[in-house]
């Protein structure tokens, strides 16, 4: 036994020694800059810097609108398909709304105000319905409601906003309610597979070329039945969906 040692102890203290200065150096090496949101990286993101993203977002956090005040990089995603659909022509909507965290900081950032169409914000704005929990998910505990009842402060948030409809109700019940017929942009939130679907089934065809579908809770762990459900959507329709390490996922209409 003490030979055996003796013949393969420098062998394993070299290669634990070459392990640690890889490990070293890779760590040195490694200085993030972005740490939030379960995503950690060392790439550039230069939003973080820009005056016009922060100032948007900043003021959504002030107003009160945040969950959570750390989802920077989600919310610059938004802010990209929001500037995508400004040039493209259509109405906007969001199905899964909250208090309007996101909604507000895309209007800011765009300028929503000047433009000659509409945003439907759609959402029961009091948490989740329990008739479109799937047996699967509540094994997984998800509940309905959740949320606190926000309607008011929603109406508040987007009073100055003429070009704004508040759409209160379940989905897919009040899908007829949003009455557009060309829409540039799509963010689907509802922590759900059946109303995320039927909303993503209404639109579809009302999405013009290039609108970007957003979906927050694609990629997140928890909700693989939205997963699954869009994976089986966008090949249906034969088209990429992207994840991102956001976990969100977009599907950009041909």
Known sequence: MKKFLKKILPKTLLYVYWLIRVVRIKVIKFIPRYDEDELITAHHCDFMKDDRFLSCYN???TAGLAVSNTIH???HVICWAAERAKK???DFVECGVNKGFLSKIAMDYIDF?????TFWLMDTFEGLSDKYITSQERDKGVKAGGYESCLEQVKDTFKDFPNVRIVKGTIPDTLPEVTASRVAYLSIDMNCVIP???AAEYFWDKLVSGAAMVLDDYGHSG???QK???DKFAKERNVP???LPTGQGIIIKP
């Open 59 to 61: 003021a959504a956090v």
């Open 73 to 75: 990089w989600r919310a």
């Open 88 to 90: 493209l022509g259509g």
């Open 113 to 117: 105000k000047a433009l000659p169409t």
């Open 196 to 198: 995320e679907i039927a």
């Open 223 to 225: 909700h693989e039945e």
């Open 228 to 230: 699954w459900a869009f």
């Open 241 to 243: 969906l992207l994840c």
